[in-house]
């Protein structure tokens, strides 16, 4: 399969914007709030600290055989930015994330991003679609399960695998 870059995907309430630099500072602000890395680990960057992230995820990953495709989220009505969807492309498989800023937890905004980036991702040729899910984050497994993937038996470092096989 041929590398992919991601685009601008567009739905109902929506528009998924390719990763620029520029952005960090307005994401500094969405991503903010600690709780978010609740289950994830860490803490929210600064808005000098996401930018030198943006940064190294613009350039992509070095590996022609990888592709770093990250998006940010719009919300088309506030026109303001309300968290990102992310996937890591090797062949035929892609690993996703996704977060939503606090303020807009609970609004569909996460499940309407996912479903549109797994839909983007099987058009580009993506055959499997994998998800990697804390246990107890029952907002992003229903996230997952909205976008067609299934929780399986296996985990990894603590997080339980999500996949879905397109086709």
């Known amino acids: ?7 601008v995907i567009g739905t109902e309430r929506l528009t998924l914007l390719p990763l620029e630099v ?3 500072e307005e994401m500094a602000e969405v991503l903010g709030d600690p709780r978010l890395h609740d289950f994830i680990g860490g803490a929210p960057h600064t808005p000098q600290g996401l930018r030198a992230r943006y940064e190294r995820l613009v350039t992509g990953s070095g590996d022609p055989a990888v592709s770093w495709c990250n998006w940010v ?5 506030a026109d303001c930015l309300t968290g ?3 996937a890591t492309v090797v062949g035929e498989r892609a690993e996703i994330a996704w ?8 609004q569909g905004i996460a499940t309407e991003a996912a479903r549109a980036l797994v839909a983007w991702l099987g058009a580009q040729g993506v055959k499997a679609v994998v998800a990697h899910i804390h246990p107890d984050h029952r ?3 229903a996230v997952a399960a909205a976008a067609g993937l299934t929780a399986t038996d296996e985990w990894d470092d603590g997080e339980m695998r999500w996949r879905l096989v397109i086709g």
């Open 1 to 7: 399969m041929r590398a992919v870059d991601a685009e």
């Open 22 to 24: 520029r952005y960090a």
């Open 73 to 77: 989220v719009r919300l088309d009505s």
């Open 84 to 86: 990102t969807v992310q």
């Open 99 to 106: 977060v939503v800023g606090t303020p807009w937890q609970g």
């Open 139 to 141: 907002a992003s497994s």
